[in-house]
């Protein structure tokens, strides 16, 4: 049964928006990336910073993972636009405002936003509201990945090329879904024209999370289920890399989150440094 369409995002869309423009105010330059657009997108009121969730010092590391992530990901994406791959499709696109933020970039691509039908809906409405609006590169696709996991069709009616190679993110995401979703999508993604490029994260169970971060894990998971979005799904590399090869990738590789933290925290001198529990699959077709 499709879930209810809400014109509005999901908590913890506006949790991960919020984090990164946290990280602007709280903490000291250099900063792993600047991103207040998603503030202004959720408006969530001049108290927010009052929020539980978004205490400076106890969810720090939360906080670091997700603009960690975020860098990660618009750095690759930036390597490929290079390489002349032209296709960016953001699975789970929550408040992304990569297509706002970084203008040069994101007009070499076309973008391809796909979320819950009410999200986009509703970001339809804001980037209007904010002056933004919705430029020929940027298409806003609705898929509801459970009750309807074509997302690759519904993006093939926005413009999508699958013919063409392109970068597939989904952050954030696996652990809200079933194991046959992810499997779904991993086998449409390894579908694509040769030289695509899938970026998933990924939950890790419990026993291979750092044990200093395990109550802030189950912390998150307690959050997610009283809102109304629990974790499901998590998954050791070993068998994130399994699905992978099983839906078709020849060499999917692992990216633990250790290598995000020694890439953009190594030289930090203000004890900022990302919880363990996320980790990433990187594959090619």
Do not use: C
Not at 126 to 138: C, K, S
Request: proline share 8%.
């Amino acid at each position: 049964m499709p879930h209810e369409q809400i014109e509005a995002p999901d908590d913890t869309a506006v949790r991960t928006a919020l984090w990164r423009a946290m990280h602007l105010q709280v903490d000291p330059p250099p900063h792993v990336i600047e991103d207040e657009i998603g503030l202004q997108l959720a408006a969530p009121g001049a108290d927010w910073r009052d929020r539980p969730d978004m205490d400076p010092q106890a969810t720090s590391g939360f906080r670091a993972a997700i603009v960690a992530r975020a860098r990660f990901i618009e750095d690759l994406i930036a390597e490929h636009a290079d390489r002349g791959v032209t296709q960016y499709v953001i699975l789970g696109a929550g408040l992304d405002t990569f297509a706002q933020r970084k203008p040069e970039l994101a007009s070499r691509l076309q973008i391809f936003e796909v979320d819950q039908p009410g999200t986009q809906a509703w970001k339809r409405r804001r980037l209007a509201e904010l002056g933004y609006g919705i430029p020929d590169r940027l298409h806003l696709v609705p898929v509801d990945f459970e009750a309807d996991a074509s997302w690759s069709e519904q993006s093939g009616a926005a413009g999508f090329d699958p013919g063409r190679p392109a970068v597939i993110v989904s952050t954030g995401v696996t652990m809200y879904l079933t194991k046959d979703t992810t499997t779904a999508t991993l086998r449409q993604v390894a579908g694509l024209a040769p030289g695509s490029t899938l970026a998933m994260t990924f939950l890790l169970p419990t026993e291979l999370v750092e044990a200093s971060d395990r109550p802030g894990l189950r912390s998150s998971e307690e959050g997610a289920r009283a809102s109304g979005t629990p974790f499901i799904s998590f998954y050791t590399p070993q068998e994130m890399l399994t699905l992978a090869r099983e839906a078709g990738f020849k060499n999917p590789g692992h990216v633990p989150g250790a290598l995000l933290t020694e890439r953009y925290f190594t030289d930090r001198t203000d004890g900022l440094r990302p919880s363990s529990g996320e980790d990433l699959l990187l594959a090619t077709t």
